[in-house]
């Protein structure tokens, strides 16, 4: 199976940092990677799919970028509602598997 | 509007069989592209795939899971069932049902239950 790592598993940020994840998979998924937020208590939102697109809704200070192993998930200009753990997903043959997380207080 | 709702037991004990259904409007399993897939997290951990059940009743599991798996579906009364074997306590979490959106080949988990708490224990 594939797997997928992320890092850091948590930072500390500020009200309009610039936040970058990154997440890694253990082999090529060309670019079948989503990214998902989670507030405490709450379910997983959908923010971008195929490594780089903007789910509709979502803010464009959100942004995406990767393709094969490695992939990175920005936030330019952090706000107060940003503060959440963040997951990447890869979707290859089917299979889901989930990173382990990003938390951003 | 498109909703989600997961029912079943709040407590199961070890070696017991759950049963999960899923409970869904505003869309029909039977429509093309459209699946629906269980996801767990345990308290403090990060979400696990579990399974996924297609339009066309094609089904997958997860692989360190799927001898313990079965999903199944009632299109005419937009429900899907997961039942998980031989519970044991690391299997205590909350579990999330929700809806798969195929455009483009891309599948999209585009809305969520707001997802049922079990906990395993004797």
């Known amino acids: 199976d594939i797997q997928m790592t992320q890092s850091p598993s948590s930072l500390s940020a500020s009200v309009g940092d610039r936040v970058t994840i990154t997440c890694q998979a253990s082999?090529?998924?060309?670019?079948?990677l989503n990214w998902y937020q989670q507030k405490p208590g709450k379910a997983p939102k959908l923010l971008i799919y195929?490594?780089?697109y903007l789910e509709a809704g979502v803010p464009s200070r959100f942004s995406g970028s990767g393709s094969g192993t490695h992939f990175t998930l920005t936030i330019s200009g952090l706000q107060s509602e940003d503060f959440a753990t963040y997951y990447c997903?890869?979707?290859?043959?089917?299979?889901?598997?989930f990173g382990p997380g990003t938390k951003v207080d | 509007q498109v909703t989600l709702r997961e029912s079943g037991p709040a407590l199961v004990k070890p070696t017991q069989t759950l049963t999960l259904t899923c409970t869904f409007s505003g869309f029909s399993l039977s429509t093309s592209g459209l699946c629906v897939t269980w996801i767990r997290q345990p308290p403090g951990k990060a979400l696990e795939w579990l399974a996924r059940?297609?339009?066309?009743?094609?089904?997958y599991y997860s692989t360190s899971l799927k001898t313990r798996l079965t999903i199944s579906k009632d299109t005419s009364n937009n429900q899907v069932v997961l039942t998980m074997t031989n519970m044991d306590p690391v299997d205590t979490a909350t579990y999330y049902c929700a809806r798969i959106t195929t455009v483009a080949g891309t599948p999209l988990v585009d809305y969520w239950g707001q997802g049922i708490v079990v906990t395993v224990s004797s």
């Open positions: 059940i297609d339009w066309d009743d094609d089904k």
């Open positions: 997903q890869q979707y290859d043959n089917f299979i889901f598997t």
């Open positions: 082999q090529d998924i060309i670019n079948y």
């Open positions: 195929d490594a780089s």
